[in-house]
C-alpha cells in the first residue's frame, strides 16, 4: 500500500496487564486460568457497602513505565468511574483514569521499512480494572458469568496516530511487549490476554493533511492477527472510498476464522460513559522522590541493551537486536559469553540457531531450556579449545539437550574427542588415497573438487572425530605430489 | 429480676453500663425487657425493619459469661440497634429497599465488626429511608416510621428508625448514617442527640454506599456522654476505606467534663432568615444563652454561599448515587425480575421494581447532570461551589470554635404533608447539608419543644473536633433536661 495514492494512519490502544500478585483495588487472587468465580472476593463481586483499596504495587509498575518510554509520570493522577451496565461488570462501573491519567506524553522509536528510526508519541497509559468474562458456549439459551479476571489490573497505553504500516504498528507493539517484559511489569502473554490491543485505523490521500475517518479495531490477540486485521481493514476502507462511498467511524471485530473486520456496534449507539472522579478513591500523589527511586530500579532496555551488545561483544547489529529482544534471552547470552573464552559471535550464532531451534520444537521459553548458559559456555569452550568440531558440536548439544551430562562428560562418554594427531591423521589419509586410485589420479589431473570426496572420507573413518582443518592440509599434501 | 428493672429502658448507655457494672441486673435482663418493649411497642412506629431477638439473647449470654470472666469489651452487654444500612452477617440488610428485601450480607461491615467486638448487643435494624434517601422515613419500602412524639408525624429522616427506638426508649442508642443531614434531623425531631462525625472519621466499609463523597456514619442516642462512648468505638481509620483517615481517636468521655468557659460559639446570621419556624428560631436562641451562662461567648459568622449548599447537595449526591446503585442490577444478589426476555428487560424490570420513587428520581437526577454536555454545568460547576461552602467554614472556624445554629427549620412535619413536594422535602435539611459537603462534624442536641414536638440546637465544628461537639452538648445537658423527656406513649 505504501505505493499507493493512499497513506495509511494507525494508532494502537495496547492493555498490558500487570503481573501483581493480587488484584488493583482487591486482594483476590490474579492467577490464570482457576475454576470460574473462584478468584473473586465481595469486592470483585461489588457486593454493597464494599469499597476498593488501590494495590500500591501498581503505581510503581505504571512509574517504570513511564520512565521506560520517557514519559512524563504525573505527579496527582485520579481514577474515575466509566459507567454502564453488563453482567460481567459488577459495579456497574469501571474504575479506570480518565482526564488525569498517570502517565503522559512518552515516546519510543522503531525501525522503518527504510530501516531508518521512526519515533512513536505514547500520548498516555493510565491504570484501569478488567472486567469479567461472559461465556456463552455451550450454555444453552443462557450466558454464564466468569469474574475471575474481574479487578485484573491493566495498564491501557494509548499510542499517537504515527504509524504509517501495519508493519510499524506490528514494531511497535512488539516494542512496547519487550519493553514491558524487560520491566517485568507485564508477562505479554497473548494467548492468555494480558497483552492485546485495539487498532484505530484510517487511510487518506497521501498528501493530505486531515486525518480519514477511522475504524477501531477489537480482539486482535496476535501479533500475526493485527497484521492482517490492518491490512483488510485499509483495503476495505480504500475500497469504499474510491468506490464513491464513506467510512463509517464505528468498532469492528476482526474474525481470524475468515479473516475479515465486521461492524461492533455503531457511534450511535454508543455509551455515554459519565465518567466522573470515582468518590471511593483518594488522588493518586506520586513524589518526585519516589518517582527518582523507581527510576533507580529500571533494569536496562532493550535500546541501550542492543547497543552495549555491538560495542561490547562486537555482535552484529542485527544479531544484538534478536538477542535483546527478550531480556531472558539477553541474560542467557551474557551468562554463557561470561563463562566461555568462545568469541561472543559464536555464542550468539548458536542461540539463534541451536538452542532456538530446540526451544521451538519442544516449545519452550528460554527459561525452561534444557541446555543451561554454563553447560552451552562449556561446550562452546570445547570447540574453542579444537576439542571438537562445529558439527560434532550439534551431535554434543543434543546429548546434553537429552540429559546425557555436560559437554565434557558427553565427549568422554561418547568417545567425539577431536582427532588432532598429525600422524594419526596421515595413517588414515593414506589408507584412503591407496583405496581410490582412479580417484587420486583425476584429482591430481586437475579435478579439484575432489577434494571434498577424500575429505568425506577421512571424517568417515575417523567418525567425524578428525580436525577438519588438518585433514584438509594432509590431505592437499599427501595428493599434491 | 426485681421490679425496678421495668425502669431499665429510661437509663441511658451509661448508666446501663454501671448497672451491669454493679451487677444490678446481667445482660440477660436487659436484653429481654427491651426486646419485650420492642414486641409490645413498635407496633405504633414501625421503627424496627429486623428484631434479631435469638441472635440478642445468645450474644447477651456470652456477655455475661465475658464480664463473669473479666473479658468483656468497654460496651459489654449494653443493647444497640444498627440502621439497616449496615451489612450484618446472617442478618437480612435491606437498606429500607425491596430491591435488597431478600439481601443476606455474607459479611459485618466495620462499624457492625467494632462495635460487636465491643461487646455490643444488636437488638435488630432498623428502619430507614429507602438507600437513605429521603429526609422523613416515608420512602422506606417498610413503610414510614412514626413519631414517638405524635404518630400522625415523621420522624425525620433517614435514620427514622434509629431515631424513634431511641426516643421511644426501645433501645438506649443506635447507629446512623448522614448524608445530608439524616442522623442529625431525626434526632432534632425525635428529640434525641445525633451525632456526625469529621469525614473519614468512621469506616464506611460495609455500609452500603448512598452519596460516597458525603456519607457518614454516626450515632444517636439520649445523652451526649453515651454519643462519646459508642463515637469512642466506632472511630478509627480502617484499611478497607481509602477515605477514612488515620488520625488518633481521642477518650471521647475524658473530654466531656472540660468547661465550655471561654468557647467561642459562632451564631451565623443566615440561620435565622426566613424559612426558619419562628418559635423554633427561639428555642434556639435560648439553648445559645444557656451556653452564654456557662462562659461561652458568641460572635456573629458570615457563611455567604449556605444558600447554594441545598442546589450543590442535589447535584453531587445523585450523580453519586446514580452510579452507586448501577450494580442493584439483578443479576448477583437483590430483587430479579421473573421471566425476563432478554438482558435489557432484566436490568429495567429488575430495577423498576425494586427501587422506590425517590431513588429513581435520584437517579435519574444524577444520571443527568453527569451525562456527556451538562457534566461541566452542573457535576463541575456544583464541586466548584462545594469548595466555595467549605473555605466559607474554614474562614468562620479561624474566628470560632463550634457554630450554633438550628439543625431543622421546623418541628416534627405530619407524614404525607410533604412527601409529594421534593424540594420541600429537600430544604429540610439546608441547616445540615453544609457540614457534609465541608466533611465536617455535626451534632444535634434537644433544646425544647415548639407544640410539644422536640426541638434541636445544631452545633458543628472543624475538623476532627468531635471532642469539642461532645463537650459543648454535654455540659448543656448537665444544665437542661430536654433529654430526659419522654413521650407519653414510651414512659
Redesign the interface.
Known sequence: MTGSAWEVVIGLEIHAQLATRSKIFSGASTAYGAEPNTQAC?VD??????????NEEVVRMAAMFGLAVNAAVAPRSVFA?K?Y?Y?DL????QISQYELPIVEHGELYIEDADGNEKRIGITRAHLEEDAGKSIHEGLDKSSG?DLNRTGTPLLEIVSEPDMRSAKEAIAYMRKIHTIVRYLGISDGNMQEGSFRCDANVSVRPRGQEEFGTRAELKNLNSFRFIEKAINFEVERQIELIEEGREVVQETRLYDSDRDETRPMRSKEEAN?Y???PD????PVEISAEYIESVRQQLPELPDAKKQRFVAEYGLRDEDAGILTASRAVADYFEDAAAATEAPAQLVANWIMGELSGALNREGLEIGDSKVSAAELAGMLSRIHDSTISGKIAKQVFEAIWGGEGTADAVIEAKGLKQITDSSAIEAVVDKVIAANPSQAADYRAGKDKLIGYFVGQVMKETRGQANPAQVNQILKDKLGN | MSDNHQELHARSLTELAAGLDGGEFTSVELTQSLLERIARLDGQLNAFITVTADEALAAAERADEARAAGTGGVLNGLPIVHKDIFCTSGVKTTCGSRMLDNFVSPYDATVVEKLDAAGAIFLGKSNMDEFAMGSSNETSYFGPVNNPWNAECSPGGSSGGSAAAVAARLAPAATGTDTGGSIRQPAALTGTVGIKPTYGRVSRYGMIAFASSLDQAGVITRTAEDAARMLGVMAGFDARDSTSIDHPVPDYVAGLSKSVKGLRVGVVRQHFDEGLDEQCGVRVHEAIAVLESLGATTVEVDLPNLDLSVPTYYVVAPAECSSNLSRFDGVRFGHRAENAEDLMDLYCRSRGEGFGDEVKRRIMTGTYVLSAGYYDAYYLKAQQVRHLIADDFKKAFSDVDVIAGPTSPTPAFRLGDKIDDPITMYLNDIYTIGANLAGLPGMSVPCGFVDDLPVGLHLVAAHFDEETLLQCTHQYQQHTDWHLACPEAFK
Open positions: 465481595l463481586l461489588g457486593y454493597p457497602g464494599v469499597l476498593p483499596v488501590l468511574r459507567n451496565f453482567p459488577p459495579k456497574g462501573y458469568i455515554d459519565r465518567y466522573f468518590p471511593d478513591l483518594l
